[in-house]
């Protein structure tokens, strides 16, 4: 009866290792592999000029830091989140992706990004909210209306664009004014781009209230290829959006209090408790196993509350071999 008991710890204990394993690194050499970007948290594989593999790590960022310790599942989460929003969009605009042949990766076109992000709020929260608690009624060019409060419902969506920085630097507030005067985007695509964006984001906003949800704001990013624009990169994820909790939105609002988000703010809220917000001389604190796997659980609890669906973990021993057979075997038959 010990034995049987402790074979079964041993194969509890051997099952959390594996459970609790991270994708932090990846180092493939794919058929017809021209070059390898490897970001924050994505390391992407050039595939003859024409195509990318984005492997997506569980690797996590905040501050502009990448930390430590990786997130066991993160990269699935949101690889398969995006994957599932890229293809209920995908009647609006022709997006970058082409398959997903494993959890953690997406195959799509190699296409060249335009130096602009379109950001869109739908409400007075986060750098909208500080920029008007300073006094300014004026955000990328758009008017914010006088008298509202943090996190109200702007009456219709704002536009605020950024442009896309280099690399080391944060991205820089800008107006569609400037934007078209300084020909980062000619005006036809730009317009295109603000058609794109409202009708990615009223879809966004009507999936995410099925699953009692408010999309607050987010980003979309687009690219071109052969002269067509795509929609590329992630979207309506936590990591590239905020959303709020639609039950009591209106009741904390009106006693002016903080709103229930459902975003990766928890992981910055514990950075800045333990005393690290990236600036010179901090020092991340130690990520301990119980805080590993207490953010892999929250990161899967946000993967089924804003999809509806049941999280199914990968359980491959290896999820590098798991990748690298999985790409291959796409790339040879495509």
């Known amino acids: 009866m010990l034995n049987a008991k402790k074979k079964s710890n041993n194969l509890y204990n051997q099952k959390h290792q594996i459970d609790m394993k991270a994708i932090t690194q990846t180092d493939f050499k794919f058929p017809n592999q021209v070059s390898v970007y490897k970001g924050k948290v994505r390391d992407v594989y050039n595939i003859n000029n024409d195509f990318l593999v984005m492997s997506v790590s569980d690797r996590i960022s905040a501050f502009d830091v990448v930390l430590p310790k990786g997130i066991p599942y993160k990269g699935q989460v949101l690889n398969q989140l995006a994957s599932k929003f890229l293809k209920a969009t995908e009647d609006i605009v022709d997006n970058w992706s082409i398959a997903t042949p494993d959890p953690n990766v997406t195959v799509g076109h190699l296409c060249e990004p335009l130096k602009v992000e379109m950001v869109i709020r739908g409400y007075l929260t986060g750098h909208a909210w500080r920029t008007y608690k300073s006094g300014e009624r004026v955000l990328c060019g758009v008017r914010m209306p006088d008298g509202m409060k943090e996190h109200q419902k702007f009456p219709e969506p704002i536009i605020t664009p950024s442009t896309k920085a280099d690399f080391g630097e944060h991205d820089v507030d800008i107006s569609r004014e400037e934007i078209i005067a300084k020909g980062i985007v000619s005006e036809e695509d730009y317009l295109l781009l603000e058609e794109y964006t409202k009708a990615l984001f009223a879809r966004g906003t009507e999936m995410a209230a099925k699953q009692g949800l408010i999309l607050v704001d987010t980003k979309y990013e687009f690219g071109k290829k052969d002269g067509k624009i795509y929609l590329i990169d992630e979207i309506h994820t936590p990591d590239s959006s905020r959303y709020f909790y639609a039950e009591g ?86």
């Not at 020092?283 to 669906?309: C, D, H, K, N, W």
């Not at 290896?318 to 790409?327: F, H, K």
């Open 249 to 334: 939105y209106e009741a904390r609002l009106a006693n002016d209090e903080p709103q229930k988000q459902l975003s990766k703010e928890f992981v910055r809220e514990w950075l800045m408790e333990n005393g690290f917000q990236g600036k010179e001389g901090q020092q991340v604190p130690e990520m301990t196993e119980a805080f590993v796997a207490s953010v892999s659980e929250r990161y899967i609890e946000l993967y089924e509350q804003v999809s509806g669906e049941k999280f199914v973990k990968d359980a491959s021993d290896d999820a590098l071999l798991r990748i690298e057979e999985n790409v291959n075997a796409y790339l040879e038959n495509n």
